[in-house]
């Protein structure tokens, strides 16, 4: 890599390593981009802020377009509460009167919405509000197909009956993380996968409408079919995480490019043991062992994120702080140098922010801000 | 689980969910056992950090007889300084000027050596060194098979002379991480491939010694193999990491046992959508994406940790918050409730440590502390 590769940010030589960076300029793209096609569709952006967990990213989404964000545990809905934010969803099966009793002094602040799969859930959480007659929106995870957490579509209508049977509790809307879209191997079956999540959660919403219940809330998730799920009849919301950085997982699905990937991360080669070999200071502590999320493009971006105009390399195992290189090009390897700079593309990286805690903005190669992700007790 | 299985660790009933719990007692034996060990042998005990990056735990170990610490990183090392530690090898190629600067800071107050395996990375820190004639200790890096960093035995000798040529640096003695003993299929197969470990180091050692390089130190890392490795003649320090809690890869391996294994992740059933399937409020970001490192036991110990007290289900798949249970057991699956506690002995305990950033110290069932890990920039 040169300082002039055009896929390499433009970064200060002398920013330590391993590290995350990120680029304003790409970044404030990205966030415009994806709140004008929501806009433009009359669909609410709820930005799902687990992707970086930094308060100072979240304001920024809602500074730029975002109606709030989703997150997904309360920890991270607290400090982004502390921060300023006033409106969040908890993308998650909120479980629990410890996790109640936050919810209820949280609510107190914030428009605050929870998720909720089973009426053993929802029975743990409104206890609580009832208490005081007070009374929370949830939020129904429907399972599209990915076979995690939520009811089945057909079960919705039911589930929200018994659950709005719970006092302190109600049912504003259906969500489901549609995260089988990441298996699409081309742009066809992608718009087909997003087009089949939208289509059965309109129908879970219309079932539980036909039931009695009214239901505004419509919401899908994932990067990799938000642009496409945002332009169908009958989604209200959207929450993507990763769109407002990109990574290798939304390059190799074609939602994204080396340039409109915000994200790199900077490490220093620091062993070079055979030509064949060498090991970089960014491991699984910085890298995350996170594999490509389209494992059907793995073979054009096999290993552990991308090494910035060095093909033929590639990162084809971590340890803690190693991220091993092996030579797969043909003829023999370009020589690297120990203590020379390289960028990663990262394959995932809601998980490199997590590993790394921090990340640092700048613009036009220039740093602007250090941000730290929420701390300890972020996934409680 | 019931509160009473053997299993379990006594923790009390309102901590919340996902949360490393470390038993101070069963932490308090296992760091006694290896001081033990070590001073028996005759060997020096220098505990690998990374493993927790836990400054309490460090001062603890050195407390209970360790002779100073091991870590991989100056980011690390800066932090146990700041908390008292006063002798630190940073078992990593430290390479480049702004590292070395800061290795120079450090070394005014600390008992310091750095990791190198490389000519060029020797230069880029005796350049700062021996700016004001000073001189840092280094080891040298081997790789005694893992094939990640260091140089192969037989170039030890050729490396310690041409590293010793660099003003600024001198070479006081070899290490290796056996990393390579992990595959070890049973007891003898681990014991037969510890030796080679320490015979192989302590053959370098005396290569470099005939060369006519006085060499103190022949260092040997891996918990695996630590107990084995203290014993060989030659050797004079090791540097196991892991042995302070163990984990489900060192009960793998014959080296633990669930009652001498400290830690658990405690977490949450958050959902039931089937009688075959459920999710706990643990994934990624609390248990680690690592695998055991035992590759040959995972036979006996399927998924992402072991679910103490229910057998027949295993942890299937990780997101980044939810760990994915499913039913593998004979017949009908054993019931669970959303809501209830379970515990994890996990695959892993370092880079559970580093997801979580937190542990809750408990000793018979009462919190003594909560220990916070170093925070960002630990890494660099």
Known sequence: MTATHPDALAVPADL??????V?????????????????GHGVELLPH??????????????????????????????AFADA?????????????????????????????????????????IGE??????????????VDSGLGRVGVQPGEAA?????????????VTGVMTHEGWVYAAPDRADLHAR???????????????????TPLPTVSLGASASARLAAGMPGVTQIRPGIYAFNDLGQIALGNATTQTCAVRVLATVVSHPDPRRACIDAGSKALSQDGLPAAAHLGRYPGHGLLVGLPGWRIERLSEEHGWLRW??????????????VQVVPNHVCTVFSSLNEATAVRQGEVEATWTTIGPGASR
Chains 1, 2 share one sequence.
């Open 16 to 21: 330590e390593t391993p590290s995350l960076v």
């Open 23 to 39: 680029d304003l300029d790409v970044l404030e793209r990205n966030l415009d981009e994806m709140a004008n096609l929501c806009r």
């Open 49 to 78: 802020a687990k992707t970086h967990r930094v308060p100072q990213i979240g304001l920024l989404q809602i500074a730029r377009g975002a109606d709030g964000l989703c997150v997904a545990k309360l920890g991270e809905a607290e």
């Open 84 to 124: 300023g934010v006033s409106r969040m969803t908890v993308g998650y099966p909120v479980v629990g009167r410890d996790k109640a009793l936050r919810a209820r002094r949280l609510a107190e602040r914030v428009d605050l919405t929870l998720g909720v799969d089973s009426v053993d859930g929802a029975r743990s």
């Open 128 to 141: 609580v509000f009832a208490q005081d007659g007070r009374e929370i929106k949830l939020i129904l995870i």
């Open 158 to 170: 039911m589930a929200t009956r018994l659950i709005n049977e719970v006092p302190g509790v109600r």
């Open 194 to 212: 997003s087009q089949a999540a939208a289509a059965l959660m309109v129908g879970a919403a219309e079932s539980i409408r036909a039931d009695g």
């Open 328 to 341: 797969h090009g043909p003829g023999e390897p370009t020589p690297l140098r120990v203590g020379q700079r």
